[in-house]
């Protein structure tokens, strides 16, 4: 393994312990703010761990000086090995990933060691999204569902990694990994697994994070749609001509969830214009429609 320069880290919350893991690559001005959401959550104690991949662009100097990071300079093989890597790491009881481009909203991590605390049973909880654009606007409303085995499979992820949060025990017990082999859609195999698995998900019908569309989002890369594409053109072809009726079936088992729901609502979040500070966003008219979005 390439040399690994390591940077001091501090804990500075209390409460339920979370690990948060965020893969970094020459995407600075992002980090900041992606940093930020997680320093300011209240209720809880959190590791945030950050896996650089030797930006060129100050990303390391700026760690540096980042105390309450546990923050890891070292070449990966792309961003799911460095998420890997962050979680081997870690020792927080709830793990999660966010990337740069995203953020956790103010109590997020509250609400979710709650839903954890009441539910014991529960492996992995999933909450709501918003998409937002450059300046921190809103674009579109993300209610998601449970991963299925089937739906998954065949059709898309119904769920937001930026709102994807698992106990220790997933990665401990279960043995899941996210497959470094993929470099843009190693989060759909993973939940796909979990679905086959049938470990026991639970839904925060609440909205946690935002997932910032940068114009230079991984997930809308040409080599994310070549191998989605080489994806889904490996599963058996009896399975592939139903894509047709899971994508029914799937947004019917949105509706009939209240996925498509939403009042007037206001969220807060940190821009490149207000790193200092949370700004307040009111989204009159919510909608769920976006394009090259499920």
């Given at each position: 393994?390439p040399?690994?320069?390591?940077?001091?880290?501090q804990?500075v919350?209390?409460?339920?312990?979370?690990?948060?893991?965020t893969?970094?690559?020459?995407?600075?001005?992002w980090l900041?703010?992606?940093?930020?959401?997680?320093?300011?959550?209240?209720?809880v104690?959190?590791?945030h761990?950050?896996?650089d991949?030797?930006?060129?662009?100050g990303?390391?100097?700026?760690?540096?000086?980042q105390?309450?990071?546990?923050?890891?300079?070292?070449k990966?093989?792309?961003?799911?090995?460095?998420?890997?890597?962050?979680i081997?790491?870690?020792s927080g009881?709830?793990?999660?990933?966010?990337?740069c481009d995203?953020?956790?909203?103010?109590?997020?991590?509250?609400?979710?060691?709650?839903?954890?605390?009441?539910?014991?049973?529960v492996?992995?909880?999933?909450?709501?999204?918003?998409?937002?654009d450059e300046?921190?606007?809103?674009?579109a409303?993300r209610k998601?569902?449970?991963?299925?085995?089937?739906?998954?499979?065949?059709?898309?992820m119904?769920v937001?990694?930026?709102?994807?949060?698992?106990?220790?025990?997933?990665?401990?017990?279960?043995?899941?990994?996210?497959?470094?082999?993929?470099?843009?859609m190693a989060?759909?195999?993973?939940?796909?697994e979990?679905?086959d698995?049938?470990?026991?998900?639970?839904?925060?019908r609440?909205?946690?994070?935002?997932f910032?569309?940068?114009?230079?989002?991984?997930?809308?890369s040409d080599a994310?749609?070549?191998?989605?594409?080489?994806?889904?053109?490996?599963?058996?072809?009896?399975l592939?001509?139903?894509?047709?009726?899971?994508?029914?079936?799937f947004r019917?088992?949105?509706?009939?969830?209240?996925?498509?729901?939403q009042?007037?609502?206001?969220?807060?979040?940190?821009?490149?214009?207000?790193q200092?500070a949370?700004?307040?966003?009111?989204?009159?008219?919510?909608?769920?429609?976006?394009a090259?979005f499920c």
């Open positions: 393994m040399r690994t320069t390591r940077i001091p880290f804990v919350l209390d409460g339920m312990k979370f690990s948060i893991v893969p970094s690559y020459n995407m600075l001005e900041k703010l992606c940093v930020a959401s997680v320093r300011d959550q209240e209720g104690e959190v590791e761990i950050v896996q991949a030797c930006s060129p662009d990303t390391p100097e700026w760690l540096a000086g105390k309450h990071l546990r923050a890891y300079v070292e990966d093989e792309g961003m799911y090995d460095a998420i890997n890597r962050g081997e790491r870690s009881e709830i793990l999660a990933y966010l990337n995203e953020q956790y909203l103010p109590g997020a991590l509250a609400k979710v060691a709650e839903a954890f605390e009441a539910r014991p049973e492996d992995v909880v999933f909450g709501d999204f918003i998409v937002v300046k921190g606007e809103f674009r409303c998601v569902v449970c991963p299925s085995s089937y739906l998954t499979r065949v059709h898309t119904p937001g990694p930026c709102a994807t949060f698992f106990r220790r025990r997933v990665v401990e017990e279960q043995g899941l990994r996210f497959d470094s082999r993929y470099k843009a989060d759909k195999v993973w939940a796909q979990m679905a698995r049938r470990l026991k998900m639970h839904l925060l609440s909205y946690t994070s935002t910032a569309t940068t114009g230079t989002n991984l997930a809308y994310s749609q070549k191998e989605m594409a080489e994806y889904y053109q490996a599963i058996p072809l009896t592939r001509m139903t894509r047709p009726l899971a994508k029914v079936l019917l088992r949105k509706w009939r969830s209240g996925c498509y729901r009042n007037p609502f206001s969220y807060r979040i940190y821009t490149r214009e207000n200092g949370r700004k307040e966003v009111k989204v009159g008219r919510p909608t769920f429609r976006l090259r």
